[in-house]
């Protein structure tokens, strides 16, 4: 079965400072993984989809890894804005279950101005 | 257009009525999915039409109705509900039911069964 964790849970930092938020999954059999962002009782944002041949993504202040042999991926957010807050959770597609996203639990950021 | 639209908003229904959630996408997307959402967990897929046909069921209970009656709209029929299936639900589409492709949000229908 296909666990994703996320860490941290919640962060919280100051504007202007760049973060890494981090998500790891236990089976490294998937088509690819996609992280999204969702602010508080809305829909889902989709940020940045890598393969799983890719290595990385990039988004404006978005650069998203991914190492498939370890488990993890890292979404970096550069120079941080008090709009930039919101849940950012990470989804992976399974070989298995083609079209199912199984997601992490999420990570809360804070950026206070 | 990247947009996927959902209606209502809010819904509030007891647990005698029957209601439907309304999703629609205009991006010619040939695959689409609901997922529930409860308060502070991440989303869980429910049903994945490709090409208008069912084509996964996580074992949803029965008072939980798909219908794709074309390739831009898709309905979640409900009936029955019970107190705990109060959740936001999520509909998400992308451009064919192939893994690598990028699914697509909605902004969701905020449903409360009293």
């Not at chain 1, 969702?38 to 978005?62: A, F, M, W, Y």
């Not at chain 1, 650069?63 to 970096?76: E, F, I, M, P, V």
């Not at chain 1, 919101?86 to 950026?111: D, P």
């Not at chain 2, 009936?79 to 064919?96: G, K, N, R």
């Amino acid at each position: 079965k296909q666990e994703v964790t996320q860490i941290p849970a919640a962060l919280s930092v100051p504007e202007g400072e760049n973060l890494v938020l981090n998500c790891s999954f236990t089976d490294s059999a998937i088509y690819n993984l996609q992280w999204f962002r969702q602010d508080p009782g809305k829909g889902l944002t989709s940020l940045l989809l890598i393969q799983s041949s890719q290595r990385e993504q990039t988004s404006g202040r978005l650069n998203a890894s991914l190492d498939k042999s370890s488990g993890r991926s890292t979404l970096y957010i550069a120079a941080s804005q008090p709009g930039d807050s919101a849940t950012y959770l990470c989804a992976v597609r399974r070989m298995e279950y083609g079209n199912k996203l199984v997601f992490g639990a999420g990570t809360i950021l804070r950026v206070k101005s | 257009d990247t947009e996927v639209t959902q209606t209502p908003k809010h819904l509030v229904m007891g647990m005698t009525n029957k209601k439907s959630l309304k999703c629609e996408q205009h991006m010619g997307h040939r695959a689409m999915y609901w997922y529930k959402q409860k308060a502070k967990k991440p989303p869980e897929l429910m049903f994945v039409y490709s090409y208008e046909k069912l084509s996964i069921n996580e074992s949803v209970p029965s008072r939980f109705s798909p219908e794709c009656p074309n390739s831009s709209l898709l309905n979640l029929h409900l009936h029955a509900l019970q107190p705990e299936d109060s959740a936001l639900y999520l509909c998400a589409s992308s451009l064919q039911g192939v893994p690598s492709y990028e699914q697509y949000f909605g902004p969701g229908t905020r449903l409360t069964v009293t």
